[in-house]
């Protein structure tokens, strides 16, 4: 889950990394009143990235113009997210500008501590274009972040004396905050020497699903859509696609290859739904109650390959509650012979091979037409 | 032969009393696995589908002479599990258990490299070895014993696949379900490894999907002089960037993990690419001809 910059700011303070002074605010009357010290950034309070060259991000010399530029950005779409919240901050006067994130290599299996002393820029574009300028250390999780690993990184990206000690203490910081909350990516970008000291002048965290159970305080987005949220509330994987046929199937792998051999024959996806292992007749009646609601589906295409889940369990819940939209069903795997002939009696015909049912999905869907 | 499990594999299964373990300790029964002993702590002394129970992995290693482990044990509580196993160097170690967290999950990978232990998962479908174990839960009536090793980070499409190969009458070595998370022990060059050292694997089908970049670091080591022929097969060539498709590790952030930049470098490795699932046996069938 990613957080905005203002939780993820408010989580810093608690593990003491120093930002500037801020305030969210969700109406542009409210900046007016703001006790803060002139002049003020106005940030808004997206997930996507880019907000800055979208217009997002505006200084203001008196409360007058920041009034002015809340009043502008507030509502704005930036990216297909419309801005409800502002991040009013006192600007900093900033002399230089560092990176410095701990985040997940898949690859190493473990998380790299990165910095640079090109920080405020893209760190792929620095990665891609001047590599030396970056500094990485892997840590140990068995050892653990130590400080004079920070010092080192520290001095590395250039910084002496006390700007040696302040770099590691935030560093420091910054790596309990990533294992304390569990974060996949705790990130300052830029990470900005200012009068004198280091701030966290933006503050980005990506915090793993898998460890809510253990962080019950955890802030809430909403980045999901509302049938994205409807179908997590109801266990099941769903996401939004532009086309017009509905897609369930069970198992990441096999929905992903669903989508792209309907896409293969012509068809566009609306949707990515996997039903998951073991799904029960109910999983798949709440299934299809999300993907039809959808506007625009045209056509309903279920592709099942039954190991724990039952072929039997899958058809009563499509017999039970007939789709309003023409169905293309694959169904194989455990008892599919009972599954076939439950759906037969209702004159839906079930595929066994997934190609041939495709193919028919994306026919009933209407799309232009299938490459053979 | 076949890798990592075969006839003389004694397994024991941690969180044997739970719902899915129970149902799938029967099913590894079947498929001919010698399941020796299950842990569930609290619970020593009962038994499960006759396989006693213990409450240490210690006693069960000690009591039976197990040599691997199957991880059912629920998210809160599997990196304890695992390190439990680790700590007696069961190996493999396999973690079924979906949901991990990846802090977690990163320090179970650290200590097993650590204590040499080869772990596989978690949130994977595990190993078979056709005529020899299965530690998991693929389904036993898709494979038949045979010369293709598979390998793959997805489950039900790898059932598919694997279902495909035993239709058109083309056997498997042994099938690993490396598993969708961001972080996971086994890597496809880690399989690819075994599979080139065994005798019995002519062929090897390797089942990628969009994220992170294992079917690259695969093609590395194919182009460096792996010589078993490897159809491919990636899935998530028309998924969106900054989507999680399902699997917590299929993401594709910016140019990174994309389907197409992993099908070119597994081409350009000497590879060869089906583009829809149902063209792998046809191309595995070819594969064997050319070796024949």
């Known amino acids: 889950m990613k957080l905005h910059e203002y939780q993820a700011k408010e989580i810093f303070s608690r593990y003491g990394i120093p930002t500037q002074r801020g305030i969210v605010v969700s109406w542009p009357e409210e900046v007016e009143s703001l006790e803060l010290r002139y002049p003020v950034v106005i940030k808004a309070q997206v997930l996507v990235g880019g907000r800055g060259k979208a217009g997002g991000i505006k200084l203001a010399a008196d409360a007058a113009e920041a009034r002015r530029h809340a009043q502008a950005i507030l509502g704005m779409s930036i990216k297909g997210e419309r801005v409800t919240r502002l991040l009013v901050a006192e600007a900093a006067q900033i002399e230089k500008e560092y990176y410095l994130a701990f985040t997940l290599d898949r690859m190493a299996r473990r998380f790299v501590a990165i910095a640079s002393e090109a920080g405020g820029i893209d760190i792929e574009e620095v990665a891609r274009g001047s590599p030396e300028r970056i500094v990485k250390h892997h840590v140990d999780p068995m050892l653990g972040f130590l400080p004079f690993h920070a010092r080192e990184m520290a001095s590395a990206v250039g910084l002496r004396g006390e700007r040696v000690t302040a770099f590691a203490a935030i560093a420091a910081a910054l790596y309990r905050l990533a294992v304390g909350e569990e974060a996949e990516l705790a990130e300052i970008n830029p990470l900005a020497l200012a009068d004198g000291t280091l701030l966290a002048v933006d503050a980005k965290l990506i915090l793993d699903d898998s460890a809510a159970f253990r962080h019950g305080d955890r802030p809430l987005n909403e980045e999901m859509t509302e049938l994205e949220r409807a179908a997590r509330d109801a266990g099941l994987s769903y996401v939004e696609l532009d086309g017009e046929l509905a897609i369930i199937g069970n198992g990441a792998g096999l929905v992903m290859s669903t989508l792209d051999v309907v896409a293969h024959f012509g068809g566009r996806p609306a949707n990515f739904l996997d039903v998951g292992g073991g799904a029960t007749t109910e999983n798949m009646a709440a299934a299809m109650g999300i993907v039809l609601r959808k506007p625009g589906v045209r056509a309903l295409f279920i592709n099942i390959f039954g190991g724990i889940t039952r072929c039997d369990d899958i058809a009563r819940a499509v017999a039970a509650s007939p789709p309003s939209v023409p169905v293309a069903v694959r169904l194989t795997g455990t008892n599919e012979e009972e599954g076939r002939r439950i759906l037969q009696e209702r004159g839906i015909r079930a595929f066994l091979d997934p190609e041939e049912a495709a193919r028919e999905a994306v026919r009933l869907a209407g799309s232009t037409p299938w490459r053979s | ?292």
């Open chain 2, 1 to 292: 032969m076949a890798i990592l499990i075969d006839a003389s594999t004694s397994v024991l299964i941690q969180g044997i009393t739970g719902y899915q373990a129970e149902f799938h300790s029967q099913r590894m029964l079947e498929f001919g696995a010698r399941v020796l002993a299950g842990t569930r702590p609290g619970k020593g002394g009962t038994s499960v589908h006759g396989v006693p129970v213990f409450d240490t992995v210690a006693e069960a290693v000690s009591e039976t002479g197990a040599t691997a482990s199957c991880i059912f044990v629920p998210a809160p509580a599997a990196k304890d599990a695992a390190m439990e196993a680790i700590a007696h160097r069961l190996d493999p170690v396999v973690i079924i258990t979906e949901h991990v967290p990846v802090h977690d999950a990163v320090t179970v990978m650290a200590y097993a490299r650590a204590q040499g232990v080869r772990v596989v998962g978690p949130n994977c479908p595990g190993l078979a070895s056709p005529g020899g174990c299965k530690m998991g839960i693929m389904p036993n009536h898709l494979f038949r014993e045979g010369p293709v090793g598979v390998v793959s980070r997805s489950g039900t499409l790898t059932y598919e696949i694997v279902a495909a190969l035993t239709r058109a009458g083309i056997g498997q070595s042994t099938a690993v379900g490396l598993g969708g998370d961001p972080v996971v022990g086994m890597s496809f060059e880690d399989a690819l490894a075994l599979f080139g050292e065994d005798g019995k694997t002519e062929a090897v089908v390797l089942i990628g999907e969009i994220g992170g970049s294992a079917e690259e670091a695969a093609a590395r080591h194919i182009a460096a002089g792996f010589s078993t022929p490897v159809v491919a097969y990636v899935a998530g060539r028309t998924a969106p960037p900054g989507k999680r498709m399902g699997h917590a590790g299929a993401v594709i952030s910016g140019s990174e993990g994309t389907a197409a930049g992993k099908i070119e470098a597994l081409i350009a490795a000497g590879a060869t690419v089906a583009e829809l699932p149902g063209q792998v046996a046809g191309l595995v069938k070819a594969a064997l001809g050319v070796r024949l």
